[in-house]
T-cell receptor, first 113, second 110 residues
């Protein structure tokens, strides 16, 4: 298995631009999680899906952030418009069940200038 | 609300020494995970502890779980430089997403 695949690995964008991060979970995993990691705030859960349905989006910082999972093999996290304070590493993770054995992707390092 | 606290948050130690990282959590749970993160890398699963008294060992690392004390420890024996990383514990509340601690940044000096 190729593991959880995220793209792009690095993204540099200008403030105000739209940014889309992508994730392909491990095949057969019913749960998908989006995390954000910064030095100041550590690892924060943004949103998670079960069987493509958003279950808990309480960690999404504001309306500029949105996430979708149109099918079992693909999810996106979109930021529109982006701001410098959104600069962080964004991780996607997947698991068979909600509370066991998360497998993380390699992350997307986002820099908003 | 489940809270997970790790300590210390930063640790600098000499090679060859032993040390322990602690993970305390606030509500009942009998499942806990330890992850390792190297700088600029993703999180890698180290240990899965599934019951009270569980002990897992891999090389110089040993993890244990005491559910009555709501405490897990990650013990490092005769540290080597390659173990320098950030270590996260994550607690499973059984019916919801797991909660991560803030991580312990470990730096091992040659």
């Amino acid at each position: 298995d190729a593991g959880v695949i995220q793209s792009p690995r690095h993204e540099v964008t200008e403030m105000g631009q739209e940014v889309t991060l992508r994730c392909k979970p491990i095949s057969g995993h019913d749960y998908l999680f989006w995390y954000r990691q910064t030095m100041m705030r550590g690892l924060e859960l943004l949103i998670y899906f079960n069987n493509n349905v958003p279950i808990d989006d309480s960690g999404m910082p504001e309306d500029r952030f949105s996430a979708k999972m149109p099918n079992a093999s693909f999810s996106t996290l979109k930021i529109q418009p982006s701001e410098p304070r959104d600069s962080a590493v964004y991780f996607c993770a997947s698991s068979l069940v909600v509370n066991y054995g998360y497998t993380f992707g390699s992350g997307t390092r986002l820099t908003v200038v | 609300e489940l809270k997970v606290e790790q300590n210390p948050l930063f640790l600098s130690m000499q090679e060859g020494k032993n040390y322990t990282i602690y993970c305390n959590y606030s509500t009942t749970s009998d499942r806990l995970y330890w992850y390792r993160q190297d700088p600029g890398k993703s999180l890698e699963s180290l240990f899965v502890l599934l019951s009270n008294g569980a002990v897992k060992q891999e090389g110089r690392l040993m993890a244990s779980l005491d559910t009555k004390a709501r405490l897990s420890t990650l013990h490092i024996t005769a540290a080597v430089h390659d173990l320098s990383a950030t270590y996260f514990c994550a607690v499973d509340p059984r019916d919801d997403k797991i909660i991560f601690g803030k991580g312990t940044r470990l730096h091992i000096l040659p």
